[in-house]
T-cell receptor, first 113, second 110 residues
Framework: EPEVTQTPSHQVTQMGQEVILRCVPI?????FYWYRQILGQKVEFLVS????????KSEIFDDQFSVERPDGSNFTLKIRSTKLEDSAMYFC???????????FGPGTRLTVL | SQELEQSPQSLIVQEGKNLTINCTSS?????LYWYKQKYGEGLIFLMM?????EEKSHEKITAKLDEKKQQSSLHITASQPSHAGIYLC??????????FGTGTRLQVTL
């Protein structure tokens, strides 16, 4: 069964460094999302992406964040200058146009030191 | 903004027992999603409800939507250790962001 994949599974970085989290959505899906979950807290929406542009973003998704679909299969989240409070589990999700459910990847655990 | 409150926050049940988890929304529900998360892992989609009064089942898990009460319930019959995890309800209109509840941690004892 097709699934969303994410790499790396765990990323450790120093504060101020740039990180790129990668996602491969399910192949026929057209809607893409990033969410994050700080340890012990709710899953929070960051951004949604459709037709090669951001369709919606949250207050969390400030100028330090960007998303890109560099080719036909990858969907990336870049954090330009990481902060301690960016430490969280980052989930990618995708959705096809014919159905409403979003399918989530296994997540990337980002640790900022 | 929409808030989703889940109850209970945590639950310990003996294997074979039934249980119910509730999710109450502060606003009108246009779509209600149930996901399961194992600690430190991704979210596994269980089912989605859209219409008032709708009820769906998958194996031993049944979810219902009460549109008037802005509430959904998830019922597990004859629980098994494999049901252990964190159950999350999420709400959103199609293609838009999902807002998630606080989660219910379920433990199933032998």
């Amino acid at each position: 069964e097709p699934e969303v994949t994410q790499t790396p599974s765990h990323q450790v970085t120093q504060m101020g460094q740039e990180v790129i989290l990668r996602c491969v959505p399910i192949s026929n899906h057209l809607y893409f999302y990033w969410y994050r979950q700080i340890l012990g807290q709710k899953v929070e929406f960051l951004v949604s992406f459709y037709n090669n542009e951001i369709s919606e973003k949250s207050e969390i998704f400030d100028d330090q964040f960007s998303v890109e679909r560099p080719d036909g299969s990858n969907f990336t989240l870049k954090i330009r200058s990481t902060k301690l409070e960016d430490s969280a589990m980052y989930f990618c999700a995708s959705k096809t146009s014919g159905r409403n459910e979003q399918f989530f990847g296994p997540g990337t655990r980002l640790t900022v030191l | 903004s929409q808030e989703l409150e889940q109850s209970p926050q945590s639950l310990i049940v003996q294997e074979g027992k039934n249980l119910t988890i509730n999710c109450t929304s502060s606003k009108t529900l246009y779509g209600l999603y149930w996901y399961k998360q194992k600690y430190g892992e991704g979210l596994i989609f269980l089912m989605m409800l859209q219409k008032g009064g709708e009820e769906k089942s998958h194996e031993k898990i049944t979810a219902k939507l009460d549109e008037k009460k802005q509430q959904s319930s998830l019922h597990i019959t004859a629980s098994q250790p494999s049901h252990a995890g964190i159950y999350l309800c999420g709400a959103g209109v199609p293609a838009s962001k999902l807002t998630f509840g606080t989660g219910t941690r379920l433990q199933v004892t032998l």
